[in-house]
């Protein structure tokens, strides 16, 4: 039975780890902020203020007489759809998605470690269903920096790597390219694609909370490992490996999205990885057999929908496998008596 | 047992309250939702389906009640769908010549109101049990029911994803055309669910219950061979209470009776049930169960301790839960006479759930069926 003091320290944990999510999400929305002016930074504050908006309603109108924990969860979505969005998106539509993942997809279950999907993921996906064409048109970088501009260059389809990749384009890797890749200076989500950036991020996670990292190494790997065995286009496997890994918004969610504390998330290291596995293999067959150009927030929903059941299985075939010690008591008396009697 | 399933002849209201709101077919009972969520993406092509299937709803239960009482039970449920083709069809070719948009819109999902679940539900439980004028105003009550929701549902779809209400433009809210997907049709499903239950609580609380007792799963009876002098288990067979109780709240609270905890289950009794019953529920309970057992709060120093652990009843496990008083040694004699009789104990991986759950469900909705088929004296209704 839990005591008050217990869950106390709980509610403060969560807090923490929250906080501790939106500190990492600084330096991507630097890197925005860098790339894309006043904009981007615009939208990262209406979508972070929406959500806490969105929550602190949500609250008062189905539980009025309660004063539930504030986590901070609520920023944490809406910095995440902001973040994977193009910064030329429209404000009233990022604000909606944000509504989606607040009201749809967080508050009928009480709170993101309730509900059964990761509300970021939701609300994504939901921008992507409905407004596809603005998802999906990155800008073009600005040319000089222009920190304070409130305009960014119109989207343009089919400007992303992801698109490329997806309508067959290869590309021949040199380390101005690379360069390019990892520090994210190409059309894309805004705050997504400084791969840099985001393995700093990941390096603070792995003082943190390291134990979220088996499921960003196991989705990252599933990734790797499908790109560098069925490269698409006419790309090496070494290039695709690379170019799928640092297109859209693959390691922002690896850190972000798949390793989310949701309602069924699996907690012991091996079921972390598997988890991630499982989501990297099916964010990778909606990237060659989906329609959009990324489908990552649709694997992490799938993942979080299926994963349960999955999960269960699994486990039953890893007990099945590695079987129990049929009678405790007599492997000890082998070690001890039994023992001497071999001897 | 018959008698229980009796319809109460209540007064009229009543009818419509339960029709409309408290059994409300789709957001309560779950039932024919899916043109709603497939084909109601505007509020016109709801209306259309919603009259339509009103027709064919009043139609056949009047027609089931008045006629098909006697007749065998396949050949009515054939009968219901028949009934609803010919409604249907000169709708249909009259959509095709006159409003071929319409048609495309509610596409297959208009066909296929003719094979309605709940059509043919409401036919067997109520209709060929009761009077037609009885039969009349639930079906009434029931069509209301589905169709407000219906009308509601493809209100809502068509307001948000196509910024339009009746085909006329309302430009408040940029469409978010996802909602006129599926998963849209879910989406507004839930909310109305919840918001249904939110007033039945607040305006009708003494029908409250009524709509939790119909999302809970059917009672599963266990059959405990017990003394009633003694209340010691025996060789005599009697009727256990209802396990329900332990089966949902496994980690939480047992209301085991104290037969089942002081007492060694017999070599003839019926396991099987018990630990199928024990994982009909979620599979976290069976864990829980193992959890508190074999905590380390509460060891179980039993050799076969591992063994048992699936093998056995969570009731057998539950009772040397709830007996912490008890020495370790009784509860390990306990356990270890459940394992005498390893033939009645289903085969399956220790400490997960039987594989086999599925077929339980079956055998408990064939027993659900059979009960439906009893005979059952018709009911009047007594105010109008």
Known sequence: MPTEKTELSAEKQIKKHYLNLLFMLLAPAVMAWYYYGA??????????????????????????????????????????????????????????????????????????????????????????????????????????????????????????LASMLQVGDSMRLSPINILHLLTGSIPGPMGSGAILVLLAAAFYFLFTRASALYNSFGFLFACG????????????????????????????????????????????????????????????????????????????????????????RLDKLRKSVIKPPANPLAEAELETGGGADAR | MPANRKQKAGPLQDVFLKGILVHNPILVQVIGICPVVAAAVSLRAAALLAGIYTLILILTEVIASAFLKKTIRWVRVT????????????????????????????????????????????????????????????????????????????????????????????????????????????????????????????????????????????PVTLKVPTDPATDKISNDTAEAPVINTLVTEAGTETDVPEALENADPPADSEPVNENETSEAEEPGVQDKAEAITHGEDNPVPSESSEE????????????????????????????????????????????????????????DLLHFLEECDTPSEGNKLTDS
Request: charged residues 15%.
């Open chain 2, 79 to 218: 009968l219901y769908m028949l009934i609803g083709l010919v409604v249907i069809s000169p709708f249909s070719c009259y959509l095709e010549k006159n409003n071929a948009g319409i048609r495309i819109t509610v596409g297959i999902y208009l066909s296929l109101l003719a094979a309605n679940s709940l059509a043919v539900l409401r036919c067997e439980k109520i209709a060929v049990k009761n009077t037609v004028k009885y039969t009349f105003f639930d079906s009434l009550a029931a069509s209301i029911g589905y169709s407000a929701v219906f009308l509601l549902v493809g209100f809502i779809r068509e307001l948000v994803g196509n910024g339009t209400i009746w085909d006329k433009p309302v430009r408040f809210l940029p469409r978010a055309s996802g909602m006129l997907m599926p998963f849209g049709g879910f989406i507004v499903l839930g909310f109305l669910a919840a918001t249904l239950r939110a007033v039945v609580i607040r305006r009708y609380p003494q029908h409250a219950k009524a709509m939790m007792i119909q999302i809970n799963p059917m």
């Open chain 2, 308 to 363: 048992d652990s699936g093998e056995h009843s969570s009731i057998a496990e539950e009772s040397s839960l709830n007996t912490e008083q008890e020495p370790p040694q009784e509860a390990s004699q306990t356990q270890a006479a459940h394992t005498d009789t390893p033939q009645d104990q289903p085969e399956g991986i220790p400490g997960h759930s039987n594989p086999d759950l599925i077929d339980q469900r079956f055998m």
């Open chain 1, 39 to 160: 904009q981007a930074l615009l939208l990262l504050a209406v979508c972070t203020a929406g959500s806490a908006l969105f929550d602190l309603v949500g609250v008062k109108f189905t539980l009025p007489r309660a004063k539930p924990p504030y986590d901070f969860s609520a920023f944490f979505t809406g910095a995440v759809i902001a973040l994977m969005l193009p910064a030329s998106f429209p404000l009233g539509r990022a604000a909606i998605g944000c509504a989606f993942a607040i009201i749809v997809a967080k508050m009928p279950f009480g709170s993101t470690h309730n509900a059964p999907f990761m509300p970021a993921a939701a609300g994504f996906a939901f921008l992507c269903v409905c407004w596809p064409a603005e998802v999906f048109n990155y800008p073009a970088i600005a040319d000089k920096f222009a920190l304070f501009r409130l305009s960014t260059a119109p989207g343009v389809a089919g400007s992303s």
């Open chain 1, 225 to 312: 490992v499908v790109a560098f065995l069925f490269p698409r286009g006419a790309n090496s496997s070494l290039s695709s490996l690379v170019l799928e890994l640092c297109s859209g918004s693959l390691v922002f969610a690896a850190l972000f999205l798949v390793n989310a504390e949701t309602a069924e998330s699996p907690q012991k290291p091996l079921p972390r990885l598997m988890f991630g596995m499982f989501t990297g293999l099916l964010c990778m067959l909606l990237r060659y057999f989906g329609v959009f150009e990324e489908g990552v927030c649709f694997a992490v929903l799938l993942a979080n929908a299926v994963w349960p059941f999955a999960g269960i």
